[in-house]
């Protein structure tokens, strides 16, 4: 079975528009998503504009602010600060990465909780490993309703994640947890990591290496997410962290580069935005 993050998420952001449709009348606006990019990485423009696309598709109003690679670390807070203040903004996002001479780490834990819906505010990544309501990180988050909606059965089983970043991995792993999964984490210190992702029953990989996990690494039947995106050296097409041809046959279930976990996280991004509107209005 191949999960295709396409097909989900359209259907997802098709009942989001329903809704978003009633809010006019109920609270007399739509909620809205200010994107901040600064610089022009052609995969940030791209991200960007993804999100400005499907905030088009769901209703939300999006407004993308560009600044220019050269801004000042001291500018962009002042920008974050005045988002914060404006009752009319519900969702803020800074697209990372920053330049180097910005830390994203100060810029991050300048927005308004309230508003993160990246969730990557630490306190919202506190909340997450307290098991507190919070707003959870897209990208883990949509990998949970994949899962969902393939109808894979989590509690007790064994998982693996391979990556332990703090925007995929380690949320991943702690959700996985909260379905009550077996997790083990492996990074680029695992000791012989092929024998670690055999034991998988759900494997789910987030490195950024393409093709790095092969047919020899996944056991028969395995549930495979790949998170990875990357360009493939040899076609320079995208493809995953996983060798999807190659694994496809032994899976039980995956998801396809592209195609897969990334429309699921921009629609959660969209549910993330929905969600802020609404509790400031609750
Ligand atoms: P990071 O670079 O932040 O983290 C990579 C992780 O992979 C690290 O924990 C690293 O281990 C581990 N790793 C690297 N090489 C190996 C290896 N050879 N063996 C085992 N582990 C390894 O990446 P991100 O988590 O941000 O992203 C991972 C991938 O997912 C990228 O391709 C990115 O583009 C993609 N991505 C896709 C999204 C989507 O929506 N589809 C969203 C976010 C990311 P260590 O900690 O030891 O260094």
């Not at 191949?2 to 952001?13: M, P, T």
Request: with cysteine; hydrophobic share 45%.
């Amino acid at each position: 079975m191949i999960i295709s993050g396409k097909e989900l998420s359209a259907r997802l952001k098709a009942d989001m528009a329903a809704e978003v449709a009633t809010f006019p009348a109920r609270y007399g606006r739509v909620p809205h998503l200010a994107v901040i990019l600064v610089g022009e990485d052609p995969g940030s423009v791209s991200y960007v504009t993804g999100k400005a696309k499907a905030s088009a598709e769901v209703g939300i109003r999006n407004t993308t602010i560009r600044r220019p690679d050269t801004i000042s670390e001291e500018e962009l807070l002042g920008i974050v600060a005045e988002l914060n203040a404006d009752a009319g903004v519900d969702g803020i996002l800074v697209q990372l990465p920053l330049p180097r001479h910005i830390s994203e780490e100060r810029v991050i834990a300048a927005i308004d909780k309230a508003k993160d819906v990246d969730g990557f505010h630490p306190l919202n990544v506190a909340a997450l490993w307290q098991k507190q309501p919070c707003t959870l990180p897209c990208t883990p988050k949509g990998i949970i309703k994949m899962l969902k909606a393939a109808g894979v059965e989590l509690a007790g089983r064994e998982a693996v994640v391979v990556g332990r970043s703090n925007i995929v991995g380690l949320p991943v792993a702690k959700l996985l947890l909260d379905e009550n999964a077996t997790v083990t984490v492996a990074h680029s210190r695992t000791r012989d990591l092929a024998e670690v992702t055999r034991r998988a029953e759900i494997l789910v990989v987030a490195i950024g290496r393409p093709k790095f996990v092969t047919a020899d690494m996944v056991a028969e039947g395995a549930v495979v997410i790949d998170v990875g995106v990357n360009r493939d050296p040899e076609t320079g097409k995208l493809c995953g962290d996983v060798d999807y041809a190659a694994i496809e046959p032994k899976a039980s279930v995956i998801t396809p580069v592209p195609g897969g976990v990334g429309p699921m996280t921009i629609c959660c991004l969209m549910e993330n935005t929905i969600e802020c509107f609404l509790r400031t209005r609750k």
